[in-house]
């Protein structure tokens, strides 16, 4: 049995005594036959059990179970955010310059400065992202990329502005370059246009600027080529790493497959941002990582006060095993559907 199955075995029989199966004949039945086990207990109410457990009363943890709920089903209730965002420092090397919905960061380097994601339009992307690296001190002038992490409109909207006005080298998976190439504009308003085809990147690249490099993973299937980012992270002489989920939320075809792709993504980004020592979780929703919360916290944090973006691996890994559980658990709902009509 590989070390992942022994894990994910562990957690089911856990979990399965929680709700009323004795963990001690799992535990028996799980013996070299994981595959034919983890089948049987392939269950809805197993894997949110499970998942409620990992997550315990850790609120960065928790918010990931939003992933938990069935379509048409109300969220558990989430901490309050603040209602508005501003440009925030919050490494050495790291800003926020996102809203209240979509998180955009600045990565800054020896040679220049990398964006993360453009928010929804040209002006969110003037407003919030050009404009904000003025508030900190930054010159816009000196983005030389822009990533962008996945192909939906609230994160490439604002791109082709900054690429024009700034400049700046466009960055994306190929595979989602080649997914938009067929897309049509959206009709939303506030959303703004497919940007033009720039630097293609894939699973296992690196994007180097000056004396800094983030690793790309590829993470579908939020978009076909939804990709991750690990970061390296500076405060004083203190290193951390930051281990940036690119495809966040359900919101694709609901199919066995892709919900089991969903969860292979994580357990392959989770294996790297392990080996990678990752201890800041981040990602491109401030509701998903609590940014908003963590910033007002900064602003709060007094001398000597640790920083409050650095939640430690153990916190990281559990932010993803909920995530896995999550989409087992919305495919195990798929499989009872499909085993109900036969």
């Known amino acids: 049995m590989s070390v992942s199955d ?80 501003e440009p925030t420092k919050i490494f050495d090397n790291l800003y926020f310059i996102g809203v209240t919905g979509v998180s955009a960061w600045a990565v800054t380097t020896s040679a220049g400065i990398i964006v993360i994601d453009s928010l929804n339009n040209p002006r969110e992307a003037e407003t919030f992202i050009e404009g904000g690296l003025r508030k900190l001190g930054l010159d816009p002038m000196q983005v030389k990329y822009v990533v962008i992490t996945h192909g939906h409109a609230d994160h490439y909207g604002g791109a082709q502005y900054l690429a024009d006005k700034l400049k700046a080298q466009l960055v994306m998976s190929e595979t989602d370059w080649n997914f938009l190439s067929t897309a049509q504009r959206s009709t939303n308003p506030e959303r703004g246009p497919i940007p033009r085809r720039g630097m293609s990147v894939k699973n296992g ?43 966040i ?79 087992l658990a919305q495919r195990a709902t798929l499989r009872t559907a499909a085993s109900a009509k036969k």
């Open 249 to 327: 939320g359900f919101n694709f075809q609901r199919t066995e497959q892709n919900f089991t792709t969903y969860s292979n993504s994580v357990g392959k980004f989770a294996e790297i941002a392990r080996a990678r020592n990752a201890d800041v979780p981040m990602a491109n929703h401030p509701n998903f990582d609590n940014a908003l919360i963590k910033i007002a916290a900064l602003k709060a944090r007094r001398a000597g006060q640790p920083n409050p973006f650095v939640l430690g691996g153990d916190v990281q890994r559990r932010i993803f095993d909920v995530q896995q559980e999550c989409a």
């Open 6 to 85: 022994r894990t994910r075995t562990w957690r089911l029989a856990t979990a399965a005594l929680a709700v009323g199966i004795g963990a001690g004949s799992y535990a028996d039945m799980a013996a070299g036959q994981s595959a034919a086990v983890l089948a049987v207990y392939d269950t809805v109410d197993i894997h949110v059990a499970t998942a409620n457990r990992i997550a315990g009363n850790d609120a960065n943890v928790r918010a990931a179970l939003r992933l938990c709920a069935l379509p048409g089903a109300a969220a558990g209730a989430q901490p309050a955010a603040a209602a508005t965002a």
């Open 205 to 247: 690249d690196k994007l180097t600027l000056g004396d800094t490099t983030i690793e790309i993973v590829e993470t579908p299937p939020h978009t076909p080529g939804a990709i991750s980012l690990i970061i390296p992270l500076k405060e004083g002489n203190a290193r951390h790493v930051g281990a940036l989920w690119g495809g």
